[in-house]
């Protein structure tokens, strides 16, 4: 019997007091820091913590936070929402996807809004039921939105094996998985942000392994902390990157090891590879194009593929985000939400103008909500 | 999207290969198409995602940072208390 309860885990990494004596820890160490620290927490799961428990008031000014592009909704560009909703526009047609993603705004309107005027689309609570729905409905097309960091990725690709090995042959996949090292080399490549640390996502580190940020120490001399999402993981994850700058170090350091290893998960890493491949290019919304930072079905399940099949009726021009929004400059790392004219006034979690606002991950979202902390 | 709340498995069904777990109080089911079977047993913790458990939360590894922070908080409460005692010492205020 493990000693372990579950209560411990529930509030132990939540505890204020450790969260407090933490901060203290770390302040009494940053008096040593030779600069001010500009972590970028790459997760939009980070981001939600760091606000709502106030992280940034615990510490000293001269650590500041940057927002990273890591909600799998914010980066989703208005084309891409666009193919969701022609899809679901198709005659006979079942549109699935997950959580947030149905509030996005695409160019004219959102997936909720659709739905609202009578068009069959449903978010899911977990892509498996993708398989049920299209098994109910044997005379409808059914089209799974896939979306998402590594996180989800093996989801996916667990859905799509269930399909062949189950012979359904009415379930297609529109995907939209992406990848968090292309996109934070693209950040650091560019250099405006000026980060000089990362706090790395805990979910995706725990499928992929914390491997796949080697690259930043290496190539940009960059300390990367994974860190996993309780408040009390973030802190650790920040007094580990204080000491590394102290130090004069730039290593990849797992802070969140009862969950992530330098490895990750295998067996999801093999079913991702076994029907996915990388793909050359993947617009981001308000970052752009970077090469090779999304994924798409392997060529041998082109007739899985909803972007091939019904690739006639996608529209394939970028379209920009509203030109008030600046959810592009924010994902990287170069403004704050309250930089934004229509922050909280136009742009609310309930009317959001832009993709940073809609997600409980987005930036603005998380700015929104605790913005009473922050005051 | 991402919660990182434990969960307890609380049954296996290797037929269907599907978990029950218990999330603070809320009984759901988890796909273990991404975990080897055999790694994951009645009473361990789990993450789950979008309905699949991702991965076993290491309990030894759990405890044992949860013992850090406990110590962390026990000598930094000393130091506090210390800390309180000498600024209180050097209160330019004091008799005011
Ligand atoms: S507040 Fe709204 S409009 Fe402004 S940057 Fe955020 S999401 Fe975009």
Redesign the pocket.
């Known amino acids: 019997m493990s000693e372990l309860q579950l209560k411990d885990l529930y509030d132990g990494f939540r505890n204020p007091d450790t969260i407090r004596s933490l901060a203290k820890q770390i302040a009494d160490e940053a008096k040593n820091l030779k600069m001010p620290l500009r972590i970028m927490e790459v997760c939009g799961g980070h981001t939600h913590t760091i606000m709502k428990y106030g992280l940034p008031q615990l510490l000293p000014d001269t650590i500041s936070f940057i927002h990273g592009p890591g909600c799998p909704v914010c980066i989703m560009p208005k084309e891409r929402i666009d193919h969701a909703i022609a899809l679901a526009k198709m005659e006979n047609t079942i549109l699935l996807t997950l959580g947030d993603m149905i509030r996005v705004p695409g160019s004219k309107t959102s997936l909720a809004q659709e739905r609202a005027a009578g068009y069959d689309i449903r978010p899911l609570y977990t892509p498996m039921d993708a398989l049920k729905i299209a098994k109910e409905n044997p005379d409808k097309r059914v089209v799974f939105f896939a979306i998402g960091f590594e996180t989800t990725t093996p989801m996916t690709a667990a859905v799509i094996k269930a399909t062949i090995e189950q012979n359904i042959t009415n379930l297609f996949f529109h995907i939209n998985h992406v990848l968090v090292p292309p996109a934070v080399d693209a950040i650091m490549a560019d250099g405006k942000a000026q980060i000089n640390a990362f706090i790395g996502p805990s979910h995706v580190s725990v499928i992929s392994g914390a491997k796949i940020y080697q690259p930043l120490p290496d190539k940009y001399k960059t300390p990367v902390v994974v860190s996993g999402f309780e408040p009390v993981d973030v802190l650790q994850g920040i007094l580990m990157i204080v000491r590394q700058q102290v130090q004069e170090r730039a290593d990849l350091e797992i802070e969140y090891t009862r969950s992530v290893t330098m490895e990750g998960n295998t067996i999801a890493q093999k079913l991702i590879d076994t029907y996915l491949q990388p793909r050359s290019h993947f617009r981001w919304r308000g970052i752009g194009d970077i090469p090779d930072s999304a994924l798409e079905i392997r060529p041998e399940f082109a007739y899985l593929d909803a972007e091939k099949i019904f690739g006639d009726i996608l529209p394939n021009e970028p379209i920009d ?2 030109k ?4 592009g ?2 994902l990287k790392g170069l ?1 704050k ?1 309250m930089e ?5 006034t ?2 609310t979690p309930n009317t ?7 997600s409980s991950e ?4 998380a700015y ?1 909500r605790y913005a009473g902390v922050l005051a | 999207m991402c919660l990182s709340i434990p969960s307890k498995v609380v049954k296996i069904d290797s037929e269907s290969n599907i978990a029950i777990v218990d999330t603070m109080g809320v009984t759901r089911k988890a796909g273990l198409e991404l975990v080897e079977k055999e790694d994951i047993k009645v009473g361990d913790y789990v993450l789950i995602h979008i309905g699949f458990v991702m991965n076993k939360i290491d309990d030894e590894d759990a405890l044992e940072s949860l013992k850090v922070y406990k110590e962390i908080l026990e000598i930094m409460d000393e130091d506090e208390r210390q800390k309180l005692v000498l600024e209180d010492d050097n209160c330019e205020n004091r008799g005011a």
Not at chain 1, 340 to 344: L, P, R, S, Y
């Open positions: 985000d509203h008030l929004c600046i959810c400059t924010i403004a939400p934004c004219k229509v922050f909280g136009a742009c959001p103008l832009g993709s940073c606002m809609v987005g930036a603005c979202n929104y």
